[in-house]
């Protein structure tokens, strides 16, 4: 497997209740906490680059979040 394309492994810490909330939801869809919780995370990185709110790999190209509240 290419070294790029490997997994990455990222500890969370949330508090109880948000936890509970999140476990609850999981549950209620039937996957596992981690599974949904890396869902979660993966629509709000999309929604992100979507916004422009994500830099781009090229450090050479403009980022179009530079100039923001500016």
Do not use: C, H
């Not at 996957?31 to 979507?50: C, G, K, Q, S």
């Amino acid at each position: 497997m290419d070294a790029d394309k490997m997994a990455k492994r990222v500890n969370l810490t949330l508090s109880d209740a948000y936890y509970s909330d999140l476990q609850r939801w999981a549950e209620n869809r039937g996957e596992p906490v981690a599974t949904f919780a890396t869902y979660l995370l993966r629509l709000a990185i999309d929604e992100a680059r979507r916004a422009g709110e994500v830099p781009d790999l090229d450090p050479n190209k403009p980022s179009t979040t530079e100039n923001k509240g500016k």
